[in-house]
């Protein structure tokens, strides 16, 4: 079997905010690869930075310091006219699909724009046939060209938000809780359309969610975040057989399981949660921990491999 080619490598990536109690670490030395045509899930409670990634990632954010390589090319280090170019080949789909469409802007004006920013149609047949052609793709009606955001519902809003992020012929998208706005049996169905876009295109997602069972099944690799770290990272299902951080376990037994005679030992987390401002170098996940030691409240532990691509920042672990 030939090796995979990573398309995308975060190295330390690092974005803080400034605020009037000291530096808020959002995002604090990530690293990751995401091979071509896979997706990687990103988990974690809201506010522990996934969102902020991907931000940052895409330069929506600038990073505050470390390495995003594209195809072997940093991103922190193009221009700002460089950066635009290549936005075409990064492009995100944002979490609610109602405050990320132009009110005033119908379905077909709102998919057509990239294609008319970035030059890639000038004529005006051709420009209705791609529009057209995109939302034969995604799943919305011809008789819907020239309606607006506000006469639509969730599922039709967020097929918008695709086929303007596929306008653009990407390699890459940010995936930013793309279906968490959306009820259950839409969720389904926008999940089965990007899907099936990533084989038909070969698209690479990055795929943020705090909903585990979305995650398990829309995934290759699984990112787990707490408080601006990446504590565990392995294929989907070597993280939900062998989950091995203590966040990452409690976070899978919240899980709801379909058969209600089965029951699942729930793990409480109970503590408070660390600041995220100017954090010390200890373990930011030791005052939730059940199995926390002296070591972990003076010692910060390292991300390391125990298995072939599972990696975890634990002292348990070791």
């Known amino acids: 079997m030939s090796e995979q080619k990573a398309l995308l490598e975060v190295k330390g990536l690092k974005k803080y905010f400034s605020t009037p109690r000291g530096m808020l670490h959002a995002v604090d030395d990530v690293t990751f690869t995401i091979n071509k045509g896979q997706t990687l899930g990103v988990v974690g409670e809201s ?29 922190a280090k193009l221009s700002k006219e460089e950066m635009r170019k290549k936005r075409k080949d990064l492009q995100i789909i944002f979490q609610d699909p109602f405050s990320s469409l132009n009110p005033r802007k119908t379905i077909s004006q709102t998919i057509a724009e990239p294609l008319l920013l970035n030059k890639m149609v000038t004529d005006k047949k051709q420009l209705q046939k791609k529009v057209l052609e995109l939302m034969e793709i995604v799943g919305l009606a011809e008789r819907l060209y020239n309606t607006y955001p506000h006469e639509l519902d969730g599922g039709r809003r967020q097929r918008i938000g695709i086929a303007r992020a596929l306008s653009v012929n990407p390699k890459f998208i940010v995936c930013d809780e793309p279906v968490s706005a959306l009820d259950v049996s839409i969720q389904a169905q926008i999940l089965n359309l990007m899907e099936d876009l990533q084989e038909q295109m070969g698209l690479t997602y990055m795929f943020i969610t705090h909903d585990l069972s979305v995650v398990n099944h829309f995934s290759d690799d699984i990112a787990v975040m707490y408080l601006g770290k990446l504590i565990e990272k392995a294929p989907s299902d070597e993280l939900f057989k062998n989950p091995t951080h203590p966040y990452t376990q409690a976070l899978l037994s919240a899980i709801p399981l379909p058969n209600i005679h089965k029951q699942l030992d729930r793990i409480l987390l109970k503590g408070e949660i660390t600041s995220p401002i100017e954090p010390k170098p200890v373990c930011r996940f030791a005052n939730r921990c059940n199995y926390a030691t002296d070591r972990c409240r003076s010692e910060e532990p390292q991300l390391k491999e125990i298995s072939p691509g599972h990696f975890v920042s634990c002292f348990l672990a070791e």
Request: charged share 30%; hydrophobic share 30%; glycine share 20%.
């Open 47 to 75: 506010g522990c930075g996934k969102s902020t990634t991907g931000r940052a990632i895409l330069r929506l954010l600038e990073p505050t310091g470390g390495e995003v390589l594209f195809e072997g090319e940093d991103l």
